[in-house]
């Protein structure tokens, strides 16, 4: 079982919905917890960091973290065409190697 | 200022031949990292690098791949005898210890494809 989950997608909702992207993990080390954006052929870029529970709000973007259940969100509102694309959650522990341990990607497309 | 850039973009290669792959960093960044990304994989950790050392070489899936780090800046990625299951997308990303919650940026990536 891999330490993080991400269900691959892929998604695809008509532009103005709200999007919901789900990563659960298994390692109670990790307290950092990242939402990457990655367009095709492109490399990843970060688009939220959080490290504790709860709520951060950044545009039309919020990240949750819930570490009781080991369970992260990144929502979207107002949905556009321009955010189609992988979203990757991202996570590390503190300490020792600052490496990421990623989720598979969910693959999403808005539609016009 | 100038991005994490790798090159070459893209490297199509014979089954058993030796392969470099290269990461110039952001200025100044003294933590680089290699990951691969597959399909169906996600992206997985290979190396760090503090300064040009190694500490954590944990993720080079055999003795096939290698890599160094010079002058605390380039880096080189080299996959020897390469196999097909090494066709990937590697890529590079750097950080900066203390800066921005030391937010790792990536490279484009190069895309390998092992014949």
């Known amino acids: 079982q891999k330490e993080v989950e991400q269900d691959p997608g892929p998604l695809s909702v008509p532009e103005g919905a709200i999007v919901s992207l789900n990563c659960t993990y298994s390692?109670?080390?990790?307290?950092?917890f990242m939402w990457y954006r990655q367009y095709s052929r492109k490399g990843p870029e970060l688009l939220m960091y959080?490290?504790?529970?709860g709520n951060k709000e950044d545009g039309r973007f919020t990240a949750q973290v819930d570490k009781s259940s080991k369970y992260i969100s990144l929502f979207i509102r107002d949905s556009q065409p321009s955010d189609s694309a992988t979203y990757l959650c991202?996570?590390?522990?503190?300490?020792?190697?600052?490496?990421?341990?990623f989720g598979q990607g969910t693959r999403l497309t808005i539609n016009p | 200022g100038a991005g994490v850039s790798q090159s070459p973009s893209n490297k199509v290669t014979e089954k058993g031949k030796d392969v470099e792959l290269r990461c110039d960093p952001i200025?100044?960044?003294?933590?680089l990292y290699w990951y691969r990304q597959s399909l169906g994989q996600g992206l997985e950790f290979l190396i760090y690098?503090?300064?040009?050392?190694?500490?954590?070489k944990s993720g080079l899936p055999s003795d096939r791949f290698s890599a160094e780090r010079t002058g605390g800046s380039v880096s080189t990625l080299t996959i020897q005898r390469t196999q097909q299951e090494d066709s990937a997308v590697y890529l590079c990303?750097?950080?900066?210890?203390?800066?921005?919650?030391?937010?790792?940026?990536f490279g484009p990536g190069t895309r390998l494809l092992v014949l």
């Open positions: 990303a750097s950080s900066h210890p203390g800066q921005h919650q030391e937010t790792q940026y």
């Open positions: 390692n109670s080390a990790f307290q950092y």
């Open positions: 959080t490290y504790s529970s």
């Open positions: 991202a996570m590390k522990a503190p300490g020792g190697t600052p490496k990421l341990v």
């Open positions: 200025s100044g960044h003294t933590a």
């Open positions: 690098f503090q300064g040009n050392s190694a500490p954590d």
